[in-house]
């Protein structure tokens, strides 16, 4: 099959790349990391998430971030919203109001009661009026999925598990889902299953890869969506990132990482590379550490010769 000639990377740094980190971060670091993004060329941005702040509580300051952001034309806003009460909050102000909310289900029952405190089925229930909340008021609704290849408390996850669950996002209105591997586990062979079974609910211009890179498979598993015809995924820039109901699982692949190998395979992503390099060394620096990104490390070094 021919791979895709162009691809969108949705960056989650912002959220998922800094929900898990422990020093709490200023909100003006936040924000000046979400405009060094999209000046970088990312047309959607994962902000950030309105859950409880005792659960997340560096995403306490989600809406102040939302209302510091200058907005671009054509750049895509997106923040994950668990409840009804999440949503109230994400579309309080019209100045903050997203483009699009995320629902987040997973395939494993464990990591579902872990990471929101409900089972699968009542998730559903909840996410069910958030959903028609948020078409009402013209916000579109994507439904991340957890745990598609292996879960932390349950183990391998079977690919019915994964249809099971994207008939039901399906079910109740949810637009385009993000097949995760929450802990980078999954093999090439096993992230194709489970993409084979979110595609009996949703078509390939609907789903999205979601790769952490604890295992180091995420660019490998990347090639093989993209072998599928996947054309878009997600990634933080720098390697930020981990979930904190995912034990030991690192932070999605980086998305230095998934540019650099998209555009030597002649993959237009519209990204400008060094500049995405400047923003991961912003937000690095401003953590204390290193980007964690093996293209910012090798086109940093070169650049200091
Ligand atoms: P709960 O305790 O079952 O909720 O939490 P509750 O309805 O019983 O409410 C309990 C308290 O939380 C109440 O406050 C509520 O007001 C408050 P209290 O009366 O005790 O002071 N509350 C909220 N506060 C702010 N915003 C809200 C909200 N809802 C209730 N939306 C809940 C349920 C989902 C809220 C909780 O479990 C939670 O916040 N979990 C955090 C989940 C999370 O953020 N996980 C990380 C993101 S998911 C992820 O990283 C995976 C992903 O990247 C894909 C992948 O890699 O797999 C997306
Ligand atoms: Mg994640």
């Known amino acids: 099959m021919t791979l895709p000639s162009k691809v969108k990377i949705i960056d989650v740094g912002p959220r998922d790349g ?9 909100a003006a670091v936040k924000i000046e990391l979400v405009h060094r993004l999209q000046a970088a060329g990312l047309r959607e941005i994962e902000v950030t998430s309105y859950v409880s702040p005792k659960w997340v509580p560096q995403m306490g300051d989600n809406a102040q971030v939302m209302a510091g952001i200058s907005r671009q034309a054509g750049v895509l806003y997106s923040v994950l919203t668990p409840n009804l009460k999440g949503f109230e909050a994400a579309v309080a102000d019209p100045k903050i ?6 629902v987040f289900g997973a395939a494993s029952e464990a990591f579902s009661q872990k990471n929101i405190n409900c089972s699968i089925a009542e998730s559903i229930e909840r996410f069910a009026p958030v959903v028609q909340a948020a078409k009402a008021q013209g916000i579109a609704v994507r439904g991340a999925m957890s745990c598609t290849v292996g879960c932390p408390y349950e183990g391998e996850i079977a690919p019915s598990r994964v249809e099971y669950l994207a008939g039901l996002m399906k079910g109740i ?10 802990i980078g586990v999954g093999t090439s062979a096993q992230v194709q299953r489970a993409f084979e079974a979110a595609l009996k609910h949703f078509t390939m211009d609907q789903v999205c890869g979601h790769f952490h890179d604890t295992y180091g498979q995420a660019l490998a598993n ?6 599928m015809g996947v054309w878009n995924f997600q990634s933080s820039v720098a390697g930020l990132g981990g979930c904190p109901y995912a034990k030991g699982a690192t932070g999605n692949v980086a998305t230095e990482d998934l540019v650099y190998m998209l555009h030597g395979m002649g993959i237009e992503t519209g990204i400008d590379l060094d500049k995405l390099i400047d923003a991961g060394v ?13 293209v910012a490390t090798a086109l940093i070094n070169k650049r200091g010769t």
């Open 18 to 26: 800094l929900q898990n980190e422990k020093q709490l971060i200023d």
């Open 97 to 102: 109001k997203p483009h699009e909310i995320v």
């Open 173 to 182: 209105g949810v637009e385009r889902v993000d097949v995760a591997d929450t």
């Open 222 to 227: 990347t090639l093989a969506a993209l072998q």
């Open 282 to 294: 912003f937000i690095s620096t401003a953590l204390g550490r290193k980007p964690n990104s093996r």
